[in-house]
T-cell receptor
Framework: DSGVTQTPKHLITATGQRVTLRCSPR?????VYWYQQSLDQGLQFLIQ???????AKGNILERFSAQQFPDLHSELNLSSLELGDSALYFC???????????FGEGSRLTVL | AQSVAQPEDQVNVAEGNPLTVKCTYS??????LFWYVQYPNRGLQFLLK??????LVKGSYGFEAEFNKSQTSFHLKKPSALVSDSALYFC????????????FGKGTSLLVTP
C-alpha cells in the first residue's frame, strides 16, 4: 500500500460528459502529480501541484483541469469527454525532491 | 527534454535464469533514473533509483540496476527470475523542467515461465 488513495476506481460515462477524479496523497506529502496511462500513449505526465499551487504542466488538454485543496487532496476534472480520453488516471505524491513518486491504484475511466 | 527509451516490448525468461530489462536515457546534466514495476490492475511501485554514487544500485525484491554513463544505459537486472516477477516494468528519468515529474519509457512486459 503506497498510502495514496484514489477514487473512484472505475468510472463509465458518455461522450460530452464531465467527471472528477479524486486523490489523497500520502500523509505529509505536499506534491501531487497526475498521470494518464493509455495503450497508445503510455504514461503521460499531466500536471503537478505543490502545496496548493500549480507547479508544472505536461501534456494536459485544455478540457482537463486540476486543483489541490488546503487539506492537500487533489482533484482532476475532465470535461467534454471524448472516446480517446478512456484511460487509467494515476495520482502520485512525494514529500520532496528525492525523486521517487508514490502512486495510487488509479482511476479507470471508460468513455462510451 | 529528459527522456528514456525501452527498446524491448517484451522479455521472456525461464524461472531461475538471470533477467535483464534494458533502458537507455537522454538527458542534459546528471540523470536521476528510476525503475518502477506495475502488476495488472495496480499502480506503479518504486523499485530503485540512481542519483549518484555506485553504478550498481540495489533495490526491492532482489532487483538491481547498472548505471553506465558511457553507454547512457540503466538496465534492470535480477540474478534469478521468479514467476511472480512477471509484470510491466518502466524506466523513468526525473525532469527538472516539469516540476521534477518523472518521464517514463513505454514499458517492457516481463514474462517469467516456470
Amino acid at each position: 500500500d503506497s498510502g495514496v488513495t484514489q477514487t473512484p476506481k472505475h468510472l463509465i460515462t458518455a461522450t460530452g460528459q464531465r467527471v472528477t477524479l479524486r486523490c489523497s496523497p500520502r500523509s505529509g506529502d505536499l506534491s501531487v502529480y497526475w498521470y494518464q496511462q493509455s495503450l497508445d500513449q503510455g504514461l503521460q505526465f499531466l500536471i503537478q501541484y505543490y502545496n496548493g499551487e500549480e507547479r508544472a504542466k505536461g501534456n494536459i488538454l485544455e478540457r482537463f483541469s486540476a486543483q489541490q485543496f488546503p487539506d492537500l487532496h487533489s482533484e482532476l476534472n475532465l470535461s467534454s469527454l471524448e472516446l480517446g480520453d478512456s484511460a487509467l488516471y494515476f495520482c502520485a505524491s512525494t514529500a520532496g525532491n528525492t525523486g521517487e513518486l508514490f502512486f495510487g491504484e488509479g482511476s479507470r475511466l471508460t468513455v462510451l | 527534454a529528459q527522456s528514456v527509451a525501452q527498446p524491448e516490448d517484451q522479455v521472456n525468461v525461464a524461472e531461475g535464469n538471470p533477467l535483464t530489462v534494458k533502458c537507455t536515457y537522454s538527458v542534459s546534466g546528471n540523470p536521476y533514473l528510476f525503475w518502477y514495476v506495475q502488476y495488472p490492475n495496480r499502480g506503479l511501485q518504486f523499485l530503485l533509483k540512481y542519483i549518484t554514487g555506485d553504478n550498481l544500485v540495489k533495490g526491492s525484491y532482489g532487483f538491481e540496476a547498472e548505471f553506465n554513463k558511457s553507454q547512457t544505459s540503466f538496465h534492470l537486472k535480477k540474478p534469478s527470475a521468479l514467476v511472480s516477477d512477471s509484470a510491466l516494468y518502466f524506466c523513468a528519468v526525473r525532469d527538472p523542467n516539469s516540476g521534477y515529474a518523472l518521464n517514463f519509457g513505454k514499458g517492457t512486459s516481463l514474462l517469467v515461465t516456470p
